[in-house]
């Protein structure tokens, strides 16, 4: 069981440039989240969804779009990439609300 | 917007000394959830908590629930450098689940 699957594992990228994060979940889970974690900090919540079709902002949305078209995948897009977006992307699902989070390993992405 | 705060940011330890996280809200939770991150890994979840006065243990891990449903903490006994990483508290609150900034343990063998 694969469990929560983020691709790529490292990143680095130049100003102005765009990519996806990809992110895969095998647990049938309805909820998916993306956060942030800057060195040393916090999680910060970019973008959730609670089912296929459905999408809503989280704390710290600006200069990210997310899709979720399948219960499994749900891609976080950067478009036009900023230093300020350097930092380790968490992909985490949950079975629904208020239940533990599963995360995937991480993605490390640098943009200079 | 609602916010979960937790104390101390960062502990350090000798090895075998006993370490304790606070978490701590504005408002009454649903939940309370602990995770553990170890040094260049992802969250992990330890535990739930749902009942006022809730106390529960793993091992050398102490978790309670306060009985107004606003705080919580986790105290480990005798830590060990295994216990190394950031513990993070998260509570439910209003349709989501609410990130404390984590604490950052260092053990001293």
């Known amino acids: 069981n694969a469990g929560v699957t983020q691709t790529p594992k490292f990143r680095i990228l130049k100003i102005g440039q765009s990519m996806t994060l990809q992110c895969a979940q095998d647990m049938n889970h309805n909820y998916m989240y993306w956060y942030r974690q800057d060195p040393g900090m916090g999680l910060k919540l970019i973008y959730y969804?609670?089912?296929?079709?459905?999408?809503d902002k989280g704390e710290v949305p600006n200069g990210y779009n997310v899709s979720r078209s399948t219960t499994e995948d749900f891609p976080l897009r950067l478009e036009l990439a900023a230093p300020s977006q350097t930092s380790v992307y968490f992909c985490a699902s949950s079975p629904g609300t208020y239940q533990p989070q599963h995360f995937g390993d991480g993605t490390r992405l640098s943009i200079l | 917007g609602q916010q979960v705060m937790q104390i101390p940011q960062y502990q350090h330890v000798q090895e075998g000394e006993d370490f304790t996280t606070y978490c701590n809200s504005s408002?009454?939770?649903?939940?309370i959830q602990w995770y553990k991150q170890r040094p260049g890994g992802h969250p992990v979840f330890l535990i739930q908590?749902?009942?006022?006065?809730e106390v529960k243990k793993q091992k050398r891990l102490t978790f309670q629930f306060g009985e107004a449903k606003k705080n919580s903490s986790l105290h480990i006994t005798a830590t060990q450098t295994t216990d190394v990483g950031t513990y993070f508290c998260a509570g439910g609150s209003q349709g989501n689940l609410i990130f404390g900034k984590g604490t950052k343990l260092s053990v001293k063998p």
């Open positions: 969804s609670v089912g296929a079709g459905i999408t």
């Open positions: 408002t009454t939770l649903s939940n």
């Open positions: 908590l749902v009942k006022s006065g």
